[in-house]
Nanobody
């Protein structure tokens, strides 16, 4: 059974930083690309960042230069380091992976609030 469990969300002031973690189980983690998404109140879920199994990364324009995605295959964990946070970054953040045969998997999400 595939499980993705996010953690690390919370309340932070504008300009602050947070690091989100997503622990995966039930998959051979090193074989999967991983992604982070977010959903703000009243908005559709949007893609934030992705990392391939080889470690290549890609970012949405809205977070480029402020967020960094990374992975630790030994810990079956993907991270999202968020810096210079803005109020518009407030959202529930989800990690996700895609299996060609079984489809998409999502975590339960972790809330990030950026407010003074």
């Amino acid at each position: 059974q595939v499980q993705l469990v996010e953690s690390g969300g919370g309340l932070v002031q504008p300009g602050g930083s947070l690091r989100l973690s997503c622990a995966a189980s039930g998959i051979i983690f090193s074989l999967y690309g991983m992604g982070w998404y977010r959903q703000a109140p009243g908005k559709q879920r949007e893609w934030v960042a992705a990392i391939t199994r080889g470690g290549s990364t890609n970012y949405a324009d809205s977070v480029k230069g402020r967020f960094t995605i990374s992975r630790d295959n030994a810990k079956n964990t993907v991270y999202l380091q968020m810096s210079n946070l803005k109020p518009e970054d407030t959202a529930v953040y989800y990690c996700s992976t895609h299996d060609a045969l079984r489809g998409d998997y999502w975590g339960q999400g972790t809330q990030v609030n950026v407010s003074s």
